[in-house]
């Protein structure tokens, strides 16, 4: 693909009326996460990954963010709005808690169409966590064309095959769990899905990243904490990022909000750090999602 091509076939989109919908939906947010810990805590350090992209199909109407100790506010490489969260002198547990009220739009045809400083070609790099291994390579032989301009509906046929092979069930891995495990292990959760539907991409050398945020689940029964993924499709009249939630094989619409993107979990995840003393550690993650007008497309 001639990647000098990118910006002309971007602009010629963003002139289309319909790139995305007219009626916004509001998302009511809020997350809570709590460590709790057997003995004191001398020291932690936290890599927060907690507000939302400024992307343009959402915008924030109101953030906040509580936490003892202090932040220090930043923009990572890939764009995310983060925070380093230190707590020094003894301390027994660390709460964060972030809320607010953010408006989606719904992209046409999930094409995201905000300009970026980034090469697509950036996100072909194989990690630990997407490595394309042989069961890998099988797996793609069978499903995708052998082409690296591949079409949105190959892309869905793709998402449609990885949730066949591997069965949501949650609690079934962890967040260290690599893509080719969840394909041996048949079970996984929104993340293992997104690192499967990674690898794959990277298999075809097609640009593809790790998305993290929110979902308004609707009647269904995945958490509201989600995982998904970009990919970089070739068509005739639009040639881009494309949103797809491998879970559910589908686009991304309005009942999604985007808090950060990366390869994979390990440079997307909300919540990271390390901590100094602390004993055994208990977490509860709470994650309440309420849609305030329009109406999802996932219902």
């Given amino acids: 693909m001639n990647w000098a091509t990118v910006s002309v076939a971007i602009f010629s989109c963003l002139s289309r009326p319909e790139w995305r919908a007219d009626l916004p939906m509001q998302l009511s947010i809020k ?25 343009s199909h959402q915008r924030a109407l109101s ?10 506010a930043y923009t990572d490489a890939y764009g995310n709005l983060c925070h380093t969260l230190t707590i020094s002198g003894q301390h027994h547990e660390v709460s964060i808690v972030v809320h607010g009220l953010v408006e989606t739009f719904t992209p046409y045809l999930g094409r995201l ?13 194989a990690t630990h966590l997407t490595e394309p291994t042989a069961a890998i390579l099988d797996f793609v032989q069978r499903i995708l ?9 190959h892309l869905l046929s793709l998402a449609e095959h990885i949730r066949g092979s ?19 292990l048949g079970y996984g959760v929104c993340q293992d899905h997104a690192h499967l539907f990674l690898a794959c991409c990277h298999a075809r050398g097609i640009p593809a ?49 985007r808090l950060a993107i990366g390869r994979d ?6 919540v990271r750090g390390v901590r100094r003393g602390g004993g055994q550690e208990l977490l509860s993650v709470q994650v309440q999602i309420a849609p305030i007008s329009g109406a999802s497309s996932l219902v």
């Fill in 31 to 55: 997350h809570q996460t709590v460590y709790r810990y057997t003995a004191p805590l001398a020291y932690t350090i936290q890599q927060l990954r907690l507000t939302p992209r400024i992307e």
């Fill in 63 to 72: 953030w906040h963010m509580h936490t003892s100790g202090h932040r220090h």
């Fill in 113 to 125: 169409m905000d300009a970026e400083a980034l090469s697509p070609l950036v996100f072909t790099v």
């Fill in 145 to 153: 064309p052998p082409t690296t301009e591949l079409q949105t509906s």
């Fill in 166 to 184: 591997v069965a949501y069930q949650s609690g079934a891995t962890i967040v260290t769990t690599s893509a080719a495990d969840a394909l041996q």
């Fill in 209 to 257: 990243r790790y998305v993290s945020g929110y979902i308004d689940p609707g009647t269904t029964e995945h958490a509201a904490s989600h995982a998904w993924v970009d990919v970089w499709v070739s068509e005739k009249v639009f040639a881009g990022w494309v949103s797809i939630d491998v879970t559910h094989a589908r686009l991304m619409t309005d009942a999604y909000c």
């Fill in 265 to 270: 979990y390990d440079s997307a995840a909300p």
